[in-house]
């Protein structure tokens, strides 16, 4: 079946460093979504890639999908004790959206 | 878009009861999801639920623990029966309108 992979499975970094998670898929994703959850919180949307290759930016956010659909990344530029969460990326199949294992960000002040 | 609204929004239940969850959106879809998130872990899709047909289960759930309905285009149901505390967890409807999904705010569920 359709499996989407991310790593780190924990980042802690130093509030002002940057941090960046992985994302990768089994299979070619006809899109890829992020997601941001707070602690307590649900997953709130993030951003929709599309096309092979594509970048997109919101504000410190940097967000990347593969030239082959296969995986993605998202980094953050000098993070703040705001971005503090879970991120969540999640393939989406056909009709289906696969979410991937999370990346745990602790910002340390 | 689209505005879900999910109930309940929290409870706690007795092991061995069931409990159902309602889902609805502000607008008609074709395709609802039903997510669980357990405790730590990321959200798995449980099923699709179509109006009109049976659900579509994912590997690993089966109609008979979580039946679902989907009486028409706004709104569809979740039953988590005969709980035990491995239920324990978020669940979670979406759907997609049109390129983007969208999430209700869950129902909290612990089971004791």
């Known amino acids: 079946g359709q499996q989407v992979m991310q790593i780190p499975q924990y980042q802690h970094v130093q509030e002002g460093e940057d941090f960046t998670t992985y994302c990768n898929s089994s299979?070619?994703?006809?899109?890829i979504q992020w997601y941001k959850q707070r602690p307590g919180g649900h997953p709130v949307f993030l951003i929709q890639?599309?096309?092979?290759?594509e970048v997109k930016k919101q504000k410190r956010l940097t967000f990347q999908f593969g030239e082959a659909k296969k995986n993605s990344s998202l980094h953050i530029t000098a993070t703040q004790t705001t971005d503090v969460g879970t991120y969540f990326c999640?393939?989406?199949?056909?009709?289906?959206?696969?979410f991937g294992t999370g990346t745990r960000l602790q910002v340390f002040p | 878009s689209a505005v879900i609204s999910q109930k309940p929004s929290r409870d706690i239940c007795q092991r061995g009861t069931s409990l159902t969850i309602q889902c609805q959106v502000d607008?008609?879809?074709?395709?609802m999801f039903w997510y669980r998130q357990q405790p730590g872990q990321s959200l798995t899709l449980i099923a699709t639920?179509?109006?009109?047909?049976?659900?579509?289960?994912e590997s690993g759930f089966v109609i008979d623990k979580f039946p679902i309905s989907r009486p028409n285009l706004t709104f569809s149901t979740l039953t988590v029966s005969n709980m035990s505390p491995e239920d324990s967890s978020i669940y979670l409807c979406?759907?997609?309108?049109?390129?983007?999904?969208?999430f209700g705010e869950g129902s909290w569920l612990t089971v004791v």
């Open positions: 979406s759907v997609y309108s049109g390129n983007t999904i969208y």
């Open positions: 299979t070619t994703l006809s899109n």
């Open positions: 890639l599309v096309k092979s290759g």
């Open positions: 999640a393939g989406r199949f056909t009709d289906k959206l696969i």
């Open positions: 607008s008609q879809v074709t395709m």
């Open positions: 639920a179509n109006q009109g047909s049976e659900a579509t289960y």
